[in-house]
C-alpha cells in the first residue's frame, strides 16, 4: 500500500475539508425535508442513500450520507473515511449491530450488513473504480484495505428495526 507521499497520487481535499463537504451535503438533505440530497446510481456514477445505524456503545441511532452501487438487490457501498485511516463509525456500527434501515431515493428499505466475501470484492472492487478514475490512488493511500460493504435487503420481520 501506498503512504500517500507517491508523487503521481491524485490531490485529494485536506480531511476537514471532506469532513465540511459531507456536513454540508446531510445539512441540506435535513433543510429540504429529505428532498435534496440523494439520488440513485448511474452507469458509471455512484449514488447516495442515508443509512441509520444503531451506536455500538450508546445503542442510539446515527445516521449517515454514503455513496453505494446496486448489485442485484443488494447496495454496495465501500467503509472509507474521508480516505484517512480507520474505519468509519457507521462501519463499527453495522460491526456490532448488522441489522439497519436506509433512506433512498425512492424509498426505505430495511437492510443487513456484511462485508464482502473476497469473490465479491474482487467482482464489486472495479465499479467503484470505473465511477472514479482516481478511487484506486485515494484506497492507495490507507495502510489497509477498504471494506466493501453490502447491504442485504430484509423482511420487516426480521430483527430489531432501526
Not at 67 to 89: K, S, T
Not at 112 to 132: C, I, N, Q
Not at 136 to 146: G, I, V, Y
Amino acid at each position: 500500500m501506498s503512504d500517500g507521499r507517491d508523487a503521481k497520487a491524485p490531490w485529494l481535499p485536506p480531511r476537514w475539508f471532506i469532513r465540511l463537504a459531507w456536513s454540508v451535503h446531510r445539512g441540506v438533505y435535513r433543510v429540504t425535508g429529505s428532498r435534496v440530497g440523494l439520488w440513485r446510481p448511474r452507469e458509471q456514477r455512484w449514488g447516495t442513500l442515508r443509512l441509520t445505524t444503531t451506536g455500538r456503545r450508546t445503542g442510539q441511532q446515527r445516521s449517515v450520507i454514503i455513496a453505494y452501487f446496486e448489485d442485484g438487490p443488494n447496495l454496495v457501498g465501500v467503509a472509507m473515511n474521508g480516505w484517512g485511516e480507520g474505519a468509519p463509525a457507521w462501519w463499527l456500527n453495522l460491526q456490532a449491530h448488522p441489522d439497519a434501515s436506509v433512506d433512498l431515493a425512492d424509498g426505505r428499505r430495511l437492510v443487513r450488513a456484511r462485508s464482502a466475501t473476497d469473490d465479491e470484492r474482487s467482482r464489486l472492487w472495479p465499479r467503484w473504480r470505473g465511477a472514479d478514475k482516481n478511487f484506486e490512488a485515494h484506497a492507495a493511500r490507507r495502510s489497509s484495505e477498504t471494506t466493501v460493504v453490502v447491504l442485504e435487503p430484509r423482511s420487516h420481520g426480521d430483527s430489531a428495526t432501526p
